[in-house]
């Protein structure tokens, strides 16, 4: 085996060290009808020569972002991802280290962390981060367990349409048992109704979430949203997209009292939908009630200046039932591949990134538009995603025919709202050239005509 | 050599008008954003970021990262982590591009390559668990004893017990997370007490257990390193009460191939496949917490699952084992595997998309490596490890469970803090002076200034010999020394008193 040492010697030696007279003595402690007694029926060993086509073959057999162009959005998106993210995030000191109990011997990866945690502050505006949670979704559920802390008696959690219906659905999970509600808000126009959220929301309301931009890309009226929470005494919980902030208001500038996100858009790729950055930012206030790794700075017995995982009398390894919250392992290392996606974009380069993502969606949305078979769905102005409407009502045969062309053209809302059964979610990250929107245009408004001739 | 110069707060090297990343022109018409959207949402300049160049964030974050220990530079014997050796084709297969730039949201028909490997994963965790369903949601163990939980909860709600099931035992031995996971999924929790050697008491187990027990979850082996002697009758006895049992699988690496929480009687467990299975710990993250569950559970797993439609062939045709032999069918059908979100009884989510792919793409790399002799072959040399460190350092500190252990063990600094006043704390600071990562200390709470070592399987002993000399040389320095240790590290021990009454969680700028 690749991995292990041991020698028959060394057995020996070791054996006569414990004590033992083989290794299965060391087993005698499980009783024998416990045991097996049979081998794992699993596939037999793989050198790494086998193992690496294996992996090829099966990945080859993959379409991907890399052999098509991909337009799909919702919560996962193809930005690019600079190399210096890869480098740090292959050093092995970094990744290959634990949760940085030991401070005297994990001083680089506690500096990343309280990096992160600025970094995020400065992105966000809100006073504090925490060093990452599990992804976008549980880090939202996690900020709806806060609220409903904070909250005391209050049971109510106001969730609109236009937040992803995983992170909606995942909140429902979080919240089944225990004593909580979650009440759902129609969005028939793609945006929050501030009037209609207001006539929802009532003292029994722990908190508010805003999605912004929204699931459908939308951007939503933050300053009205955050007022009307506000008045009932609600928590205002923002999802944002990173990105965004390279235009966007940030959550703190809105008076959002915990900003939660999917991070992995800050220099991690797709990866089917995992392992990802969940991003979590609160008022200073909510620290103490605030779930997962925090570190800060403090000082050795030198005086010089460290850096140490603090506040652990919220976490499970101190107080067990009377944690914040049960997380254990986090996602650190995309928390450090963030750090540095951050440093390399710096203000500007998030700015034109951003910028680029409004402008190209536009684009394609105009194109597609300018179809006799498409229509926006929504008239709010979006950022880098945008909902279009097939007059055709044929969805799924555009997909199927923009897929065999190479195009991971959009995602199909029916699952999630029927009403929207005719619709398509498209995204435009800064990745997407003119050259490939105007094919993709060509393959969708072109089927039409290619189905109508073929009528004809 | 350190650099501290470079390793000072990027905001600290920051200037303006430096940058690193550039963006291509843009290639469509545009317009002023004014134009674009209101002027209510749109910030008057984009976040204050530090200003710096690529070379400058290389030296940084490289100087800060070798002021860390790492498996790959140190032996890091930290208990209930299983630090073992991350393989570097696990890295370079997660990183090929046909995995990692995979939207979640593809359809099932482009992504049959993913899926066979996630389909493959499912039956492999369940074989090994001996429990036939499985969900690879969970993003980490802790989130996985949260779905089981959830999916207990709902099995009993079913079955019209949850008002009257409300309390999850757990052994006052535990990981934290099992207490914290069984409140946040709404059960009240009943600590239960461990004699000296981590096995459960009889006696104080049977006062607690009614039925009013929804739940006990158990580790086994033990968070002293010890199978739990008991398994079999607590198993029978929190069924005959009606209640579940939950495997806590952060201890699988002493016990792939030998025996089966399924067989011992759990109804439930999650993996840590960053700890059996080799994902690496990212500096705390990332892990995966997949569960397999019985079948009168499955119903309750979350959504979605992978399925096999009908019964085509594989995905690709490379060697599969006798009884996963397919005939060769290459290029594919179009949907073998697909995801199935049609599960009435489901719990629902615990978080977006499938799970962390990537740490299961690992271990799946790992399993199929090792096959199955191969998983057997690191269980029993994980297990030999252990004993022989524990021969080696019972000598120098007590190890309060006895001469035996599985891939684990808990030795007491409870002697050496009467006789000289060095504390466990001490010990684990002065071993990083030798170049050792400390064990995990002071847990199990149950044992006085416990040390828990795990030394894993990819050891030598050699290194294990070496680890016990510096051990027992530590016991015999002045304890003036050992409360100052570390000594050779890049900073001394941080006061955690001040960080935790004035924090300071984020750097002060202007
Ligand atoms: C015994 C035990 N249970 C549960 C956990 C929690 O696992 P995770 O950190 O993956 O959430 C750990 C990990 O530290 C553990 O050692």
């Known amino acids: ?456 | 050599m350190r650099n501290t110069r470079d390793t000072q707060l990027l905001f600290v090297l920051s200037k303006p008008g430096r940058r690193a990343g550039r963006l291509p022109a843009c290639d469509v018409p545009t317009a002023d954003i004014a134009e674009l959207l209101p002027t209510a949402a749109v910030a008057d300049a984009p976040p204050a970021l530090p200003e710096v160049t690529e070379p400058q964030i290389i030296r940084h974050f490289l100087n800060l990262s070798t002021q860390n220990m790492s498996v790959d530079t140190h032996f890091y014997p930290l208990g209930s982590c299983t630090m073992k050796y991350n393989p570097k084709r696990n890295e370079r297969a997660a990183a090929m591009p046909g995995f990692a730039d995979l939207h979640p949201l593809s359809p099932d028909a482009a992504v049959q390559g993913m899926l066979h490997v996630l389909y493959e994963m499912q039956q492999y965790l369940s074989e090994i668990s001996g429990l036939p369903a499985c969900s690879l949601q969970p993003a980490a163990g802790a989130h996985g004893e949260y779905a089981a939980l959830l999916v207990a909860a709902a099995y009993f709600r079913d079955r019209g017990e949850l008002e009257q099931r409300r309390r999850v035992l757990v052994p006052d031995n535990a990981h934290g997370t099992n207490p914290a996971s069984a409140v946040m999924a709404g059960f009240d929790t009943v600590a239960v007490k461990t004699l000296p050697n981590g096995g459960v008491d009889m006696d104080d187990f049977r006062g607690k257990l009614d039925d009013r027990t929804a739940v006990l979850m158990i580790t086994n082996p033990n968070t002293v390193g010890i199978f739990e002697p008991n398994m079999r009758v607590i198993a029978d006895e929190v069924h005959a009460a009606g209640g579940l049992v939950y495997l806590d699988g952060a201890n699988m690496n002493a016990i792939l191939g030998i025996t089966r929480p399924g067989d011992f009687g759990a109804d439930m467990q999650h993996y840590n496949p960053h700890k059996t299975f080799s994902g690496p710990h990212g500096g705390g993250g990332p892990g995966a917490g997949p569960i397999c569950v019985t079948d009168a559970l499955a119903p309750y797993l979350p959504a979605p699952i992978v399925e096999r439609v009908g019964s085509g062939s594989s995905v690709v045709g490379s060697q599969e084992s006798e009884h996963n032999a397919a005939a060769t069918n290459y290029p594919l059908p179009p949907t073998l595997y697909r995801l199935s979100y049609d599960r009435p009884k489901s719990i629902g989510r615990v978080r977006s998309f499938f799970g962390n792919v990537g740490v299961l793409l690992r271990a799946y790399c790992y399993i199929r490596t090792h096959g199955p002799d191969g998983l057997k072959r690191v269980s029993e040399n994980a297990v030999l490890n252990a004993n022989y460190l524990l021969s080696r350092v019972k000598h120098i500190l007590p190890v309060p469970q006895g001469d035996r252990c599985m891939h684990e063990f808990v030795a007491s600094g409870s002697k050496i803090k009467k006789e000289k006043g060095v504390a466990a704390m001490d010990i684990a600071k002065r071993l990083l002076d030798y170049g050792y990562h400390a064990p995990t200390v002071y847990f199990p709470l149950t044992v006085p200034e416990a040390i828990m070592v795990e030394p894993t399987e990819t050891e030598s002993k050699e290194t294990l010999d070496a680890f016990a000399a510096a051990l027992f040389r530590i016991t015999e320095e002045s304890p003036e020394l050992l409360h100052e240790a570390p000594h050779s590290t890049p900073i001394s021990r941080p006061d955690e008193v001040q960080a935790a009454r004035s924090p300071c969680l984020c750097a002060r700028w202007d």
């Open chain 1, 1 to 456: 085996m690749p991995y292990l040492y041991n020698t028959p010697e060394d057995q020996r030696e070791m054996l006569a060290a414990i004590g033992a007279e083989s290794v299965d003595d060391l087993f005698a402690p499980i009783p024998d009808d416990l045991k097996l007694g049979r081998a794992l029926q699993l596939p037999a060993a793989m050198c790494e020569l086998e193992l690496d086509q294996h992996l090829r073959e099966l990945a080859s057999a993959n379409q991907h972002a890399g052999n098509a162009v991909c337009f799909l959005g919702g919560g996962s998106y193809d930005h690019f991802v600079p190399a210096v993210c890869d480098v740090i995030g292959s050093r092995s000191e970094f990744y290959t280290s634990y949760t940085p109990y030991q401070a005297e011997a994990s001083q680089g990866n506690l500096q990343a962390m309280f990096e992160y945690q600025s970094l995020i502050t400065r992105l966000t505006g809100m006073e504090v981060s925490n060093s990452s949670l599990y992804d976008g979704a549980s880090a939202a559920a996690e900020a709806v367990l806060m609220a409903l802390h904070a909250g005391g008696k209050r049971t109510k959690i106001v969730a609109p349409a236009s937040l992803h219906p995983e992170y909606r659905q995942t909140i429902a999970t979080y919240l089944e048992c225990i004593d909580a509600e979650l009440v759902t808000l129609p969005c028939p126009a793609g945006v929050i109704d501030a009037d209609e959220l207001a006539a929802a929301v009532d003292g029994d309301t722990a908190a508010v979430l805003l999605q912004q931009p929204n699931f459908f890309g939308c951007v939503e009226d933050a300053d009205r949203v955050a007022a009307v929470a506000k008045d009932a005494g609600a928590l205002l919980i923002s999802v944002f997209d990173p990105i965004s902030l390279g235009i966007l208001k940030r959550p703190g500038d809105y008076g959002a009292n915990i900003a939660v996100a999917e991070g992995h858009t800050l220099g991690t790729p797709m990866s089917y939908g995992g392992p990802y950055l969940g991003i979590m930012a609160c008022d200073q206030s909510l620290v103490r009630r605030m779930p997962g790794r925090i570190v800060g700075e403090t000082t050795d017995r030198r005086g010089n200046k460290c850096f140490v995982l603090t506040l652990q009398t919220r976490e499970q390894h101190i107080r067990r039932d009377k944690a914040t919250s049960n997380v254990c392992s986090n996602q650190a290392l995309f928390a450090v591949r963030a750090a540095a996606y951050l440093s390399q974009a710096g203000p500007q380069g998030l700015k034109e990134t951003a910028e680029l993502c409004l402008h190209k969606s536009r684009y394609l949305a105009e194109q597609l538009c300018a179809s006799e078979r498409f229509s926006m769905a929504f008239e709010a102005p979006t950022f880098k995603e945008f909902v279009i409407r097939d007059r055709d009502n044929d969805v799924a045969g555009l997909l199927q025919q923009a897929r065999s062309a190479g195009y991971l053209a959009g995602l199909p809302l029916g699952g999630w709202y029927p009403e929207l059964s005719d619709c398509l979610l498209i995204a435009v990250t800064e990745k997407r050239t003119k050259a490939e929107m105007d094919a993709l245009v060509g393959v969708l408004a072109g089927s039409r005509h290619a189905r109508l001739a073929a009528v004809d």
